[in-house]
């Protein structure tokens, strides 16, 4: 009876496509601005990895695949045809993309729609897929050995993913790669290691969060608590803290404003406990049921969805209590963490160029960036609670190009603006509009965070000098975007 049930169930469910029925070759044009000359672009590359047909003629891939990127190819497996394709949702820090095509859907048609699979556990196999260049098929197995939160692409924004053991062949694509349990999607590789024969994966648990929320075309995007934390391990300061020795926790060091964290009262100095009946470790780690140990950012980006509540135990001067956290999206940073898909904006008068901090600039630094920077915009970077009051935005002037305009001040660089003209600097285009403005005196005093402190700059000059800069071949002075 058994056999005959198995063999009828069988004979009604739809077989499952393979793999190559519906995974697809992705090329892409990238082409990013210079973080220290905005006006320019840099030199264009090429990226090349696989996508996954969904349903709705939608395109699995990373975001890494579809950043900056000027021009989007679909591809067969055979190379043989292509479709052009744009971003239709796209999460920089999740690291998930959906692309859809341009036009008609042409080879697409001929493929079949991935179906998801139930998320895997630690032990569960995978296999992870490839194409040869000539267009066959390649799959290597291998095992789940964890789940870890982990970066993919954007620095410090960690999300559940799985770290495969494998021993994968170099084919025909980038490592952003499918992998499948059973002929279903369950992960995208995102980086591989040869030397440790170790995989990242990004987690079917946030895959299934991404694709839930892009569903009725309006994305969201994934929580935050929006605070700033640090361990409890060391025993003088649990005590100065006056936590139970069987208690782990959190420390809060920051609180952003604006975040869920900030809007539901959490404090600086708080210990958090424990988030959604899950107690935290000295560390910040707690159990799941089914993934083990994991850092307690899953709790809140991962588990839980936008506008969601979610109870916070915390200790607050020795005294434990409850609170109620609706998760939003995390505010804009002082400082950005990357400008993907945006060019950086900046401002040009007399010879001066502004532009706004962020952690591109600095890094446009070279490799050792964090040391060889600036000092004080490292410490913005560092401490950015300390300049937040006043401003959205840090404007700095970043050179200073030799003109008549700016004679004695051609060696002076990275200074960060307080004010034009007496009016404090929220950002960018407050400055741009105190600029813009004529003075009584004919003369803008700029003030600045380090010596000279003050900066002279003759309207008349400085209108001058521009006008020469557009003619020589400079193709915009400004680019700014409204405040948010």
């Known amino acids: 009876m058994k056999l005959l049930l198995t063999l009828i169930l069988t004979l009604t469910l739809p077989a499952l496509a393979a793999p190559e029925?519906?995974?697809?070759?992705?090329?892409?044009?990238?082409?990013?601005?210079?973080?220290?000359?905005?006006?320019?672009?840099?030199?264009?590359?090429?990226?090349?990895?696989?996508?996954?047909?969904?349903?709705?003629?939608?395109?699995?891939?990373?975001?890494?695949?579809?950043?900056?990127?000027?021009?989007?190819?679909?591809?067969?497996?055979?190379?043989?045809?292509?479709?052009?394709?744009?971003?239709?949702?796209?999460?920089?820090?999740?690291?998930?993309?959906?692309?859809?095509?341009?036009?008609?859907?042409g080879f697409?048609?001929?493929?079949?729609?991935?179906?998801?699979?139930?998320?895997?556990?630690?032990?569960?196999?995978?296999?992870?897929?490839?194409f040869e260049n000539n267009g066959t098929p390649l799959s290597t197995l291998g095992t789940i050995r964890s789940m870890e939160l982990l970066s993919t692409f954007v620095p410090g924004r960690f999300f559940l993913c799985y770290t495969v053991k494998a021993s994968m062949q170099t084919s025909g694509n980038s490592f952003t790669l499918p992998a499948f349990i059973n002929n279903k999607l369950s992960g995208i590789l995102t980086s591989y290691n040869s030397n440790d024969q170790i995989s990242d994966l990004i987690s079917l648990d946030i895959i299934s969060a991404f694709l839930k929320d892009a569903a009725d075309g309006s994305y969201q995007g994934f929580p935050s608590l929006g605070v700033g934390t640090t361990t409890t391990e060391d025993p003088h300061f649990r005590g100065w803290l006056k936590l139970p020795e069987d208690k782990g926790g959190l420390y809060i060091t920051r609180i952003l404003p604006g975040g869920s964290g900030d809007l539901a009262g959490l404090k600086k100095g708080d210990v958090i406990l424990n988030i959604s009946g899950n107690d935290l470790d000295r560390r910040g780690y707690f159990q799941h049921p089914q993934y083990g140990t994991l850092f307690w950012p899953h709790l809140v980006k991962g588990a839980p969805i936008m506008d969601e509540k979610i109870p916070l135990q915390i200790l607050r001067e020795g005294e434990q209590k409850t609170i109620e956290v609706t998760l939003k999206k995390s505010p804009s940073p002082l400082v950005p963490t990357h400008r993907f898909d945006q060019a950086p904006p900046f401002f040009i008068k007399g010879g001066l160029v502004f532009q706004e901090l962020s952690k591109p600039y600095l890094e446009a630094y070279g490799k050792d960036w964090a040391t060889r920077a600036p000092l004080n915009l490292l410490d913005v970077l560092?401490?950015?609670?300390?300049?937040?009051?006043?401003?959205?935005?840090?404007?700095?002037?970043?050179?200073?190009?030799?003109?008549?305009?700016?004679?004695?001040?051609?060696?002076?660089?990275?200074?960060?603006?307080?004010?034009?003209?007496?009016?404090?600097?929220?950002?960018?285009?407050?400055?741009?509009?105190?600029?813009?403005?004529?003075?009584?005196?004919?003369i803008h005093i700029i003030e600045t965070d380090k010596a000279p402190y003050q900066i002279f700059l003759d309207e008349y000059l400085a209108d001058q000098v521009d006008a020469d800069f557009l003619k020589r071949g400079l193709p915009i002075l400004k680019r700014l975007y409204d405040p948010q």
């Open 108 to 130: 697409l048609s001929a493929l079949t729609p991935a179906t998801i699979a139930n998320p895997p556990k630690p032990g569960d196999q995978i296999s992870l897929f490839q």
């Open 21 to 105: 029925k519906s995974v697809v070759r992705i090329n892409s044009t990238i082409q990013t601005y210079s973080a220290s000359q905005p006006w320019e672009k840099s030199p264009a590359r090429s990226r090349q990895g696989l996508g996954t047909l969904l349903a709705g003629n939608r395109i699995l891939t990373t975001a890494a695949m579809a950043t900056d990127a000027t021009y989007i190819e679909l591809q067969s497996a055979d190379r043989t045809e292509t479709v052009t394709a744009k971003v239709s949702m796209i999460d920089y820090d999740a690291n998930l993309a959906l692309l859809v095509p341009e036009d008609q859907p």
């Open 382 to 442: 560092s401490s950015p609670e300390d300049y937040e009051e006043g401003r959205r935005r840090v404007v700095i002037l970043t050179r200073v190009v030799a003109t008549e305009a700016t004679i004695g001040y051609d060696r002076i660089a990275s200074q960060i603006i307080e004010s034009v003209n007496g009016q404090a600097i929220a950002g960018l285009p407050e400055l741009a509009a105190a600029l813009e403005q004529t003075p009584a005196s004919g």
